[in-house]
């Protein structure tokens, strides 16, 4: 298995909706992202799980919390999101050395 | 400064052209450094990592020059489906956080 799978490819939700994103792999990658990329920017880093411990916050608003169940999974929990924060949420994975293999995304709609 | 600097273009190129794309990175002990290829509203695909020595896959040949702290990406025999955005990325190694450049969009035209 050579993929990083994400569900659900879309989710619609109101600002006062409790959703989860869930993103897996089995290629025994031991690093784990979550990122959210708008239209015409590049992917932003938001999480970053090494060895299923949190590594990195990139000072991201608690509304947004993630979990790492195990090293093939990852789970980004949403609460209370706003408008703004619609967009397409990645998951990647990476082996080693900063390669990273990104799943297809969430594409997130806050009404 | 920016960390990575990328021409945004678009490129319009014909079909069968050879592009060339460049990066600056700004951070000299950066350690890791990959081209990667976004379609509209797809993930982003990795390409090619990038080695002083330069690698070569197909048409595609990437060049890395750490002493001008630039990257890149040559496409020959331009296709159609080449038409994307590619990302110039850099990194200190390990699994810290990588740096993303702005993309480059390519269209190649028939």
């Known amino acids: 298995d050579t993929e990083v799978t994400q569900t659900p490819k879309h989710l619609v939700m109101g600002m006062t909706n409790k959703k989860s994103l869930k993103c897996e792999q089995h290629?025994?990658?031991?690093?784990m992202y979550w990122y959210k990329q708008k239209a015409k920017k590049p992917p932003e880093l938001m999480f970053v799980?090494?060895?299923?411990?949190?590594?990195i916050n990139e000072s991201v608003p608690s509304r947004f919390s993630p979990e790492c169940p195990n090293s093939s999974l990852l789970n980004l929990h949403l609460h209370a999101l706003q408008p703004e924060d619609s967009a397409l949420y990645l998951c990647?994975?990476?082996?080693?050395?900063?390669?990273?293999?990104f799943g297809p995304g969430t594409r997130l709609t806050v009404l | 400064r920016k960390e990575v600097e990328q021409d945004p273009g678009p490129f319009n190129v014909p079909e069968g052209a050879t592009v060339a794309f460049n990066c600056t990175y700004s951070?000299?002990?950066?350690?890791?450094f990959f081209w990667y290829r976004q379609d509209c509203r797809k993930e982003p695909k990795l390409l090619m990592s990038?080695?002083?020595s330069g690698n070569e896959d197909g048409r595609f040949t990437a060049q890395l020059n750490r002493a001008s702290q630039y990257i890149s990406l040559l496409i020959r025999d331009s296709k159609l489906s080449d038409s994307a955005t590619y990302l110039c990325?850099?990194?200190?190694?390990?699994?810290?956080?990588?740096?993303f450049g702005i993309g480059t969009k390519l269209q190649v035209i028939p």
């Open positions: 990038v080695y002083s």
């Open positions: 799980y090494s060895y299923e411990k949190l590594s």
């Open positions: 951070n000299s002990a950066s350690q890791s």
């Open positions: 290629m025994g990658h031991r690093a």
């Open positions: 990325v850099v990194g200190p190694g390990g699994y810290q956080k990588v740096t």
């Open positions: 990647a994975s990476s082996p080693q050395n900063n390669e990273q293999f």
